[in-house]
Each structure stands twice: as C-alpha cells, then as structure tokens.
Nanobody
C-alpha cells in the first residue's frame, strides 16, 4: 500500500485546512486509516482514525470537536478537516493505514503497517 498525504500549508490561527491521503496498491475499503502528527523535538502522536466502513472514528482529546476524519472509499482517499487551528497544531501530518482497526492500539504508531510521507501544517499566531 502506498499512501500520499497532501494539503498542508500555512494558515492563521483560527483558520481551517483539509488534508487528503490518497492510497494506491490496495483498496482502502478494507483498511483502517488514521492521521498522526509530529512536531519538532516531539514524538509522533495520534490525531484520528477511521474504520474501513467509516462507522467508527476515534480522536485525540486535543483535536476533538475541531478535527473531522472522513473517507471516500470510491476515491481511495481519507480526509482530515481541521478547523479552529491553533499554533500547537503545527506539525508534520502523516497518514497511516492497517488491515484492521485495533480498539487497543489505534493510537500507537507502531501498530500501523503503512505510512505516507507527511505534509507540513504550520499555524501562525
């Protein structure tokens, strides 16, 4: 599975941005897909994940109510709509995928088998 994330950029605090992750090599309809982020000097952290069917989503507490993860299996693409952005949201955002959604490990980066290259999001205050 190859994942390519795009849509990052520079946005002012309070603004919005939508990230996309396009998958190839495997139908996304059978994959759990998630977003992680990594700020300079910090560990990679969980942001959101969505089950292959779209019926189950989980979010990090820090983004709950501001970010929305969604997917379009017909387009093999997962999205991350980010609203009310804050300076602390500045990071490189990565999309990740795995064959199943783990209710125990969904927030753990090592659990995910496939990773995209990352896209930079910078929020200016």
């Amino acid at each position: 599975v190859q994942l390519q994330a795009f849509g990052g950029g520079l946005v002012q605090s309070g603004g919005s941005l939508t990230l996309s992750c396009a998958a190839s090599g495997h139908p996304t309809s059978s994959l759990a897909m998630g977003w992680f982020r990594q700020a300079p000097g910090k560990e990679r952290e969980f942001v959101a994940v969505i089950k292959w069917s779209g019926e189950i989503t989980y979010y990090a507490d820090s983004v709950k109510g501001r970010f929305t993860i969604s997917r379009n299996n017909a387009k093999n693409t997962v999205y991350l709509q980010m609203n009310s952005l804050k300076s602390e949201d500045t990071a490189v955002y990565y999309c990740a995928a795995d064959q199943a959604l783990s209710l125990v490990n969904y927030a753990s980066p090592p659990y995910y088998e496939f990773w995209g290259q990352g896209t930079q999001v910078t929020v200016s205050s």
